[in-house]
């Protein structure tokens, strides 16, 4: 099953407008990582959180990471159109030690309208 | 600098035909390498990864098959296409640190 889903599997907001993505796992893990995929391209990492972590913060993107809820969040503060794309979250499950495997996530499609 | 590489960026071809699909990194030396899948609109299904040359697991059982016949150079294959084969495929590569750096993807179409 997957493990990571995020929510909402689309979002459209205005140029300027704060973007909230959120992303919920099942197992216990090492850390969670978020991704953004332009269209019809490779996948880029944005940010990694780690288990211990709480908040991080990148330029214009803030994670939290809520451990005893299995879940965490995405924000894109004065969003802009080129922020348009899908973001992912992957996890690196605790059980995976030594494997180096993440699981991603189904997606947000977020829309930026100019 | 590091850069990984993926080719052909799009095919074509008709069910029950041989595929080879190719990813190359540059600039690092042993990574762990990744083959995904990615449907229409949906997340990334892990199909292979590997650790080093010759060392390949599988994730996914289906009629696709993978290889490292060198260190920075891993090669997804199949025998026979089938029409469910067509997807986005995207290699990736991890050093170190448990980030995945992706390359472009191939865009592949079984008719």
């Known amino acids: 099953s997957q493990q990571g889903e995020e929510d909402p599997q689309a979002l459209s907001i205005q140029e300027g407008e704060n973007a909230t993505m959120n992303c919920s796992y099942k197992?216990?893990?090492?850390?969670l990582q978020w991704y953004r995929q332009n269209s019809g391209r490779g996948l880029v990492h944005l940010i990694l959180?780690?288990?211990?972590?709480r908040e991080k913060h990148s330029g214009r993107l803030r994670v939290t990471l809520d451990t005893s809820k299995k879940s965490s969040s995405l924000l894109i503060t004065a969003s802009r159109a080129a922020d348009t794309a899908s973001y992912f979250c992957?996890?690196?499950?605790?059980?995976?030690?030594?494997?180096?495997?993440?699981?991603f996530g189904t997606g947000t499609r977020l829309t930026i309208i100019p | 600098s590091q850069t990984i590489h993926q080719w052909p960026a799009t095919l074509v071809q008709p069910v029950g035909s041989p595929l080879s699909l190719e990813c190359t990194v540059e600039?690092?030396?042993?990574?762990?390498l990744y083959w995904y899948r990615q449907a229409a609109g949906r997340g990334l299904q892990l199909l292979f990864y590997?650790?080093?040359?010759?060392?390949i697991s599988s994730e996914v059982p289906q009629n696709l098959s993978a290889s490292r016949p060198q260190d920075r150079q891993f090669i997804l294959s199949s025998k026979k296409l089938l029409l469910s084969d067509s997807g986005f495929y995207l290699c990736?590569?991890?050093?170190?640190?448990?980030?995945?750096?992706f390359g472009p993807g191939t865009r592949l179409l079984v008719l």
């Open positions: 992957a996890t690196d499950a605790a059980s995976n030690f030594g494997n180096e495997k993440l699981t």
């Open positions: 197992t216990s893990i090492n850390n």
């Open positions: 959180i780690r288990s211990n972590e």
């Open positions: 600039g690092t030396s042993n990574p762990n």
């Open positions: 590997s650790v080093g040359i010759g060392q």
């Open positions: 990736a590569y991890t050093q170190g640190w448990k980030t995945q750096y």
